[in-house]
Antibody
Framework: QVQLMQSGAEVKKPGASVKVSCKAS????????IHWVRQAPGQRLEWMGW????????KFLQKFQGRLTLTRDTSANTAYMELTSLRSEDTAVYYC?????WGQGTLVTVSS | FLLTQPHSVSESPGKTVTISCTGS????????VQWYQQRPGSAPTTVIY?????PSGVPDRFSGSIDTSSNSASLTISGLKTEDEADYYC??????????FGGGTKLTVL
């Protein structure tokens, strides 16, 4: 069955970077883009961007321009989301998602 | 492009509830709409995709529809059960093919 398994929770200081992984299994990794969605405490879901698992091209919201990098490793069937210059407002659960399927989420806490 | 949902709805067990998702511009029928269920402390799960399709394992009590006259999508849950209590989000696409989410609707089954 399709599974998206994310890396564990992270605690970071303001200004630091975080890299979250999303390992896919149960389907052809190259066939679907991987989307990244975050949810701040008590807030709505917010789409951040996606990476095309086939050719590695990316699209993301303008608000993350310059801070967000989305990559994938086809040999490991894994997608990565790296967010830099972290601030307290980036505290959220980060999810990877493929059409119809979601990872379990990774809590990223930004605190001094 | 915005999707607007009611903040909350409530209904009794066994009844039917409908959650709306209204598009701010253009035709909501131009792009597919998905619906996600999110229970407290859990990741979202897909209950409807491509406007009305149900993933395997989702009960047929869940149905989706599009109403072009009101530029809205709807999620209808019949025969409500206490386990249906959750937040529900609609999702579609903007002109750049970016995902757009509604604000979420908290369903209370009481």
């Amino acid at each position: 069955q399709v599974q998206l398994m994310q890396s564990g929770a992270e605690v970071k200081k303001p200004g630091a970077s975080v890299k979250v992984s999303c390992k896919a299994s149960g389907y052809s990794f190259l066939a679907y883009p991987i989307h990244w969605v975050r949810q701040a405490p008590g807030q709505r879901l917010e789409w951040m961007g996606w990476v095309d698992a086939g050719d590695g091209s990316t699209k993301f919201l303008q608000k993350f321009q310059g801070r967000l990098t989305l990559t994938r490793d086809t040999s490991a069937n894994t997608a990565y989301m790296e967010l830099t210059s972290l601030r307290s407002e980036d505290t959220a659960v980060y999810y990877c998602s493929r059409f119809r399927y979601w990872g379990q989420g990774t809590l990223v806490t930004v605190s001094s | 492009f915005l999707l607007t949902q009611p903040h909350s709805v409530s209904e009794s067990p066994g009844k039917t509830v409908t959650i709306s998702c209204t598009g701010s511009s253009g035709s909501i029928a131009s792009n597919y709409v998905q619906w996600y269920q999110q229970r407290p402390g859990s990741a979202p799960t897909t209950v409807i995709y491509e406007d009305y399709r149900r993933p395997s394992g989702v009960p047929d009590r869940f149905s989706g529809s599009i109403d072009t006259s009101s530029n809205s999508a709807s999620l209808t849950i019949s025969g409500l059960k206490t386990e249906d209590e959750a937040d529900y989000y609609c999702q579609s696409y903007d002109s750049n093919n970016h995902w757009v989410f509604g604000g979420g609707t908290k369903l209370t089954v009481l």
